[in-house]
């Protein structure tokens, strides 16, 4: 056929890592340990041999570097992937025993409970291009219904779809190679002075290097130029994803200049009386996590902490409401980025946050009707009751209530990134990605994107009892080691 491109020789194959979710789990760590194509005439090429690890849930609808191999051109049928550790976790509220985090972990997955869904056939040519692995995370884990149930069945099943993607050179979404809230720490600086190695945060304190190089079009945040960058500074960014796996920064932030340790994660309750705070950390990175000790019921002082809003989306001095983040006004589930002198293990006294910073996040929801607002047209959008918003209303002693803590009012714009293919429109389910305030009660989002949504998760209901602050260890026959850890959490002095 004269429309098909010649297979000779080798392309360099950028692959970036991706996640489709809905709200339901908070954390999906896994090890990748090795992922291979095969060709239509049945030669393989390995992508990975090196295990790698990822925490998925953050990756919803975003995109992030992975790494570049060299593939012989020809067209791929198929792909296998193996996993080592896996572990998922969620959130939730239950009445008469408390704030809940629920981990269920693999020490090693079963290869037969691993699918890789190939977009087949494949055809690798060209110079380069991009390949997203996407872990479909309602079909990756089965678990209770209402988070934690004792002696309820659950499984990991890591389920990836590989696509290939083209990379350009100035990208406007995830789909063509953008990258958005790169979060890490300096590791390194050129000495050309334009290009520094960035320690990405992961949840169990280990981390992977991405080289970061700059240009005349990048934007600093909190800081002036690229000169005030140094090694051990923390930055939250966004760039373009380079052939090689490198980003050319769009815009790199310094939330606090001289923070040690960073947590990241959706904020889990605010206890009024104090003031503190608690967050599930899903990334967190700094000094003092040489333990790989994952924060989890630890409560924040945040009573001398300053206020921040991420500068990712440039246009809330548009917003038909008055955008504002602050200690009165924080809700949980919202997603931030806390920054501390110095973490401590203890409760007495609690650790003191230097700033808190309010961050984009996907929520998964329903349109239930729409209408113009200014140069925005607003959605009303309802969430399942398993997210965190309505999910963590409910505790008791919290600073702020929600009045209807299952809507939330998503404000589209001009500046939106539409990646939906289903039509946004009453009584569709999408994800959307941004910023989420708290506005007297009403939950607001200014949305960078839309993407399709995800169902209901998978879930098995099974009645039983809970047994406070007990880890539930069992071995399935022939099976993997599997682990659950309940933790409780009380704000107390």
Sequence with gaps: MSGTPPLSGNTEVTVALTSTANDQLSDFDMVLNSLTLTSQSGKTVTLLSTPQGFEFTQLNGKLAPGFTVTVPQDIYTSATATVGGAEFACVTYIPDYGLTSAYYAYGYTPDANVTVNLASPMTITGSNMGLAINLQVLQSATLPGNCWDQGASWSITPTFNVTPFVLSSQPTSPENGKVLALDGEIAAIAPSG?????????????????????????????????????????????????????????????????????????LTSVAASEPALSIMGRDQQGSDFADSYLIGGQFFSFDSAIFQISGQLTNLQSLPFVPSFNGSNMVAGQNLYLSSPALTGGSNPYTELDAIILIPQTVNGTVTGSAPSGSFTDYSVS???????????????????????????????????????????????????????????????????????????????QQGHLETGVAQIRRETGGPKQTVVVTRQHPQR
């Design 383 to 461: 969430l399942q009751p398993y997210s965190l918003f309505p999910n963590l209303a409910v505790q008791p002693g919290q600073t702020t209530l929600l009045n209807n803590p299952s809507d939330v009012e998503v404000y589209v714009d001009s500046n939106t990134q539409l990646l939906n293919l289903q039509p946004l429109s009453e009584g569709g389910t999408f994800r959307f990605y941004g910023l989420v305030f708290n506005d007297n009660g009403t939950l607001r989002m200014d949305c960078a994107q839309v993407n399709d949504g995800v169902a209901a998760q998978q879930s098995i209901s």
């Design 194 to 266: 334009d290009s520094f190695t960035l320690a990405v945060a992961e949840a169990d304190a280990t981390a992977d290097s991405v080289t970061v190089s700059t240009g005349n079009n990048t934007v600093y945040q909190g800081i002036g130029s690229f000169s005030a960058l140094t090694v051990g500074m923390f930055v939250d960014m966004d760039g373009a994803l380079q052939p090689d796996s490198s980003v050319l920064a769009s815009r790199i932030a310094v939330e606090y200049a001289s923070a040690v340790d960073v947590v990241i994660g959706p």
